[in-house]
């Protein structure tokens, strides 16, 4: 991890309500160069909400997301040039060959057209997709989608990384890659956000996590802070935190009535 | 109760709360659009009723019998033959559009992948699968055969029996192409990747479309009352015993004129619409599972593309200007591989030729020989016409046709004026490239000024600048993005707003520029009329006023489709 300077990532009090629902209410973290923060929670929690917040695709009720500095609602084009964004399930224009998709954002970034040309190389040599470069991607499977998606959020060097459940649809080998290449990100100063259900992949790779439950921030800090000196998993912590031990207690109690 | 029957129902029922769901769980203003929608629905309903019966009424008209009889016209073989013809027209209508709905509603559901696992028997899904299809089927039945019918009935004053067995008629009519659809989709998909399929498919409508429309213009002489005698001897061949269509239409005109044949003909329609049915469900329900499996496990058809042209040999615009042009190129190389899209351009594109031969050949309506202004007036017409049908469509689907990937735009750092101006960027090239083929064609065959042709290709372009920009505009403040089937990715309002405010401003900045060009133009109306003070005065007004909404039209409702765009959230 490099030295921690200001925060590249920065929700403050990050509000979003629908009608009567509160997605996310008031949840507030900042994630620096060079950290991995791991945001976790379980279904329906506000994760993809709060990401979609801080990236712009949704407008907060109330509170601010500062990327890089830059306030999104208010300087949206300074502050979407620090990003990059990988969704759960990519949608990509189906008739772009993965070549002319990689050109095509780099084209909305503004690159350089070469040097465009041999980072998209690059990244689909990385991917193992070099030989697949030249077919549309509406032919693609969803691994090779969710590795097309992420090229394209990597072809800019993005300084804030969101990835919303990267490892999902992935083999081992790919999902292996992926956390080496989110690594190699952090180490050169990117700050990234992710998020996830597998907890081990939290465990192992995020500096921080953020736990997120019912649209409320319950908990951030590193694994062994959350841990308070027991030696518990962060599943164990996890499920103290958003009430997942009563399952367990209610699986046990409709074994006993069956 | 039989595991298929209890599945069909759970089904049904699930279907049932679905559509309730989709009426009564929205927002007020989607509730009041489905009741606008609904009211035209039925304005539409009672106009093709009234279609029928004065078209009936005026062929049966006895004061017509002798001027119809001098044009070719067999007046009373004409009327026996017009409900063959029109359930010939619905059932190959119903039987094309079935093989699009069976492929979508048997391979593409959201909803299949869950189905067939669960532990219901595959014949309940596709039988639910065709009865979903059907309901779509009846609803083109109700609008283009039942209400004409109706009229036609109620012309002929016909009596009770043909009204009761009119709904046995049309109850029966679907059956078969529904059958047939899903029997040739299953069999499609076979060979066929269903994308493609899909997309095929479409072309196949749209050139069917066409081949009616310009066989029926074409094929027949070129008099106006030629042509129509040829036209009605063509309508009544299409009574021939031995196609069901004549089934149907000869019990509907037995029952209706008390020649009780006519219940015979009902009888064997029906039974062979049942049978048909049912032969073709049961054999294609044996295919579907399999075929379904090999559907579900193929991506597209692997295909080596070209290489995208080396990035350091394009010139690439600086600022958003380059943005925009990243978009405008994306859509370029798109639209070609998206079948779906060439479909839109098949119409526009046969007028013209249409047109073009037209003005080349006939003798009515050629621009040979005829004096300038009339000549430079079509010329700019047609042009103008053609091109806007091309664009239309373009404009008003430029941020749709971006559908789920949009995202990909709202995340980057692109100004949503610069996403707008790249669409209607796009879709604005017609009018400069066809305007100009269309206006070298009226200066060649028309013999006009070569100046006054260039006048009216910048008049095409700049009209259609602005009218682009508007449905551009529009198709942005209210895009479709979760659409599936694309003749839904233009919204209502964007439809409407788009249309109405674009051609309002082409009507106006069309007469401004007329004013404005009355000094070249008046003398050719009469070459004494001297160009005195006042007409070099209107015609400054006339360009002042022109270059005034032009302006307007290019920046406003820019500025509006931006705002909205950057409000959208997803």
Known sequence: MSSYDQPLIHAHELTKVYGQHVAADRVTFAVRPGEIFGFLGPNGAGKTTTIKMLIGLLRPTSGAALIGGYDIAREPLKAKALIGYVPDQPQLPDKLTAREFLQFVAGLYRLDPAQAQRRGEELLELFSLADRGDDLVGGFSHGMRQKIALSGALIHDPKAFFLDEPTVGLDPRSARLIKDILRQAASQGTAIMLTTHILEIAERMCDRVGIINGGKLIAVGTVDELRHGSDGSLEDIFLALTGGTEYQQQLELSEERA | ?570
């Open chain 2, 1 to 570: 109760m039989s595991p298929t029957i209890h599945a069909l129902r759970v089904l049904s029922r699930a279907r049932w709360q679905i559509t309730v769901n989709r009426w009564w769980r929205v927002s007020l203003a989607r509730k009041v659009g489905s009741v606008i929608m609904l009211v035209f629905g039925l304005f539409g309903l009672a106009f093709t009723l009234f279609l029928g019966f004065f078209i009936t009424k005026g062929l049966s008209s006895v004061r017509l019998t002798d001027g119809l009889a001098q044009t070719g016209i067999d007046q009373p073989a004409l009327l026996v033959a017009l409900p063959s013809a029109l359930m010939l027209g619905i059932l190959l209508l119903a039987t094309l559009s079935s093989i699009g709905g069976a492929i979508s509603a048997l391979f593409f559901s959201n909803d299949l992948e869950f189905l067939l696992t669960a532990p219901i028997p595959v014949r309940s899904v596709f039988i639910a699968k065709l009865i979903e299809s059907l309901v779509g089927q009846y609803l083109l039945m109700l609008a283009l055969a039942v209400m004409p019918l109706i009229g036609y009935g109620l012309a002929l004053d016909y009596g009770l029996a043909y009204f009761l067995v009119l709904p046995l008629i049309v109850l029966a009519t679907p059956l078969m192409p529904t059958a047939l659809g899903a029997f040739l989709a299953v069999l499609i998909l076979r060979v066929v990747p269903p994308r493609r399929a899909r997309e095929i498919l479409g072309v196949l409508g749209s050139l069917m479309g066409l081949g009616f429309y310009f066989g029926s213009q074409l094929l027949t002489g070129s008099s106006g009352a030629q042509r129509l005698g040829g036209n009605a001897a063509w309508v009544a061949n299409l009574d021939q015993p031995y196609l069901p269509n004549a089934w149907a239409g000869r019990a509907l005109r037995g029952v209706g004129v008390g020649d009780w044949r006519g219940l015979g003909y009902a009888l064997i329609y029906i039974v062979a619409a049942g049978l048909i049915f049912y032969g073709g469900t049961l054999v294609t329900e044996r295919m579907y599972h399999s075929g379904w499996l090999a559907v579900a496990g193929s991506g597209e058809t692997r295909r080596k593309r070209k290489s995208a042209a080396p990035a350091q040999t394009r010139r690439q615009l600086g600022g958003w200007r380059g943005q925009a042009q990243t978009i405008v190129s994306k859509d370029l190389r798109v639209l070609p591989r998206d079948l779906r899209n060439l479909i839109q351009f098949i119409w526009p594109l046969a007028f013209a030729a249409f047109w073009l031969w037209r003005i080349i050949s006939d003798s009515d309506t050629g621009i040979a020989g005829r004096d300038p202004l009339t000549v430079l007036a079509s010329g700019v017409g047609v042009a103008f016409f053609i091109c806007s049908t091309l664009s239309a469509r373009l404009a008003q689907t430029g941020i749709s046709r971006e559908g789920r990937a949009y995202w990909l735009l709202q995340v980057a750092p692109i100004h949503a004026r610069a996403i707008v101006w790249g669409k209607a960027a796009l879709a604005w090239l017609p009018f400069p490239i066809v305007g100009l083929l269309m206006m070298s064609l009226t200066v060649v065959l028309g013999g006009l000024n070569p100046l006054l042709g260039l006048l009216g290709w910048l008049a095409v372009a700049v009209v259609g600048a602005g009218m682009t920009t508007i449905q551009t505009s529009f198709g942005a403040a209210f895009p479709v993005l979760d659409w599936e089937q694309p003749e839904k990715m233009i919204s209502f309002r964007a439809g409407c707003l788009g249309s109405l405010l674009g051609w309002s401003y082409a009507f106006i900045s069309a007469a401004l520029i007329a004013l404005a060009s009355l000094p070249l133009t008046l003398p050719l109306l009469s070459p004494s009329t001297s160009r005195s003070p006042v007409v070099w005065l209107v015609a400054g007004v006339g360009l002042l006023g022109a270059l005034l909404v032009t302006g307007l039209a290019l920046t406003l409702p820019v500025r509006i489709g931006a705002e909205r765009l950057e409000r959208l959230e997803g």
